[in-house]
């Protein structure tokens, strides 16, 4: 059974960025595809990138596109997503979740999540 640990949000003003990182123990991290989700007050928790098990492949929600990237390390079985030009509508808490497969499929299956991480903007 896979663990996983986000970290490194926190309080940014408007235009800054930050990385956050989710790294897992337990079990097998260079097998799976792995997301970053987020989840805004009142809202439901929505897609917001997603990378193969190789990091060759990535996904995108359209509302992040060109500002974040995700990229991990198979190595130090960590995720990362690197937010740049932060807005306050980006504000949430954000979590990571593994995959059961190694590629990015239309319709994944999860065997993980963590505790999330919270990301707050000022304007």
């Known amino acids: 059974q896979v663990q996983l640990v986000e970290s490194g949000g926190g309080l940014v003003q408007t235009g800054g960025s930050l990385r956050l990182s989710c790294t897992a123990s337990?079990?097998?991290?260079?097998?799976?595809?792995m997301d970053w989700y987020r989840q805004a007050p009142g809202k439901e928790r929505e897609f917001v990138a997603a990378?193969?098990?190789?990091?060759?492949?990535?996904k995108y929600a359209d509302s992040v596109k060109g500002r974040f990237t995700i990229f991990r390390d198979n190595t130090e079985k960590t995720m990362f997503l690197q937010m740049n030009n932060l807005q306050p509508e980006v504000t949430a808490v954000y979590y990571c979740?593994?995959?059961?497969?190694?590629?990015?499929?239309?319709?994944?299956?999860?065997?993980?999540w963590g505790q999330g991480t919270q990301v707050t903007v000022s304007s």
């Open positions: 979740a593994q995959r059961m497969h190694p590629y990015l499929t239309a319709s994944p299956s999860y065997s993980a």
């Open positions: 337990g079990s097998t991290f260079s097998g799976h595809s």
């Open positions: 990378i193969s098990w190789s990091g060759t492949s990535t």
